[in-house]
């Protein structure tokens, strides 16, 4: 559920402008010293994002409109059933629907968080309206630099964050 809602947010802001590019995440569990790091690509094409996380462990998943989906050994690609009430933010999400939207998140522009601010950086916080998200995040922070966004924070109400940091193809 929560790797559903951590795409979430990046379908949030990647259908904007970030077609295509790299990616790092960095996981740090409530209580931990050290973050879980993993590396990969992402893409943006027709509605569909393709987030394949490449180190440490490959996998890929793939969210469009009708669902979330995990592509098998095989190739084909299996529907995740755990999506819940959250199924229904998906074609807002990807279609960047802001009154849509607004029906699940309060938005606010915010200064670049510290590791970043010294760039050049419009950033949103996106505080969850509904119990149901608001039960696991606290908010979401979407940075963006010249329409392209750059950094994506997940903030959980135990503690664990979320930080992604995105390279868009030139």
């Not at 606010?108 to 950033?123: A, G, T, W, Y």
Request: aromatic letters at 8%; charged letters at 20%; glycine letters at 6%.
């Amino acid at each position: 559920m929560k790797r559903l809602l951590i795409l979430l947010a990046l379908a949030i802001s990647t259908c904007a402008h970030a077609d295509s590019g790299r990616f790092e995440q960095s996981k740090l569990f409530a209580g931990f010293k050290q973050a879980f790091v993993s590396t990969g690509q992402y893409s943006l094409e027709d509605e569909q994002l393709v987030w394949h996380t490449i180190t440490p462990i490959e996998s890929q998943l793939k969210i469009d409109a009708t669902g979330v989906y995990e592509r098998q050994a095989d190739g084909e690609y299996t529907a995740q059933v755990q999506t819940g009430p959250y199924g229904a933010l998906l074609p807002a999400l990807l279609a960047q629907d802001e009154q849509a939207l607004a029906q699940f998140f309060n938005s606010q522009l915010i200064p670049s968080p510290e590791p970043l601010s010294e760039k050049s950086l419009e950033c949103v916080q996106l505080e969850p309206k509904t119990a149901e998200l608001q039960s696991i995040f606290s908010h979401f922070v979407s940075c963006a630099q010249a329409r392209n966004v750059v950094f994506i924070g997940l903030y959980e109400g135990n503690g664990t964050s979320t930080e992604i940091t995105l390279t868009p193809d030139s």
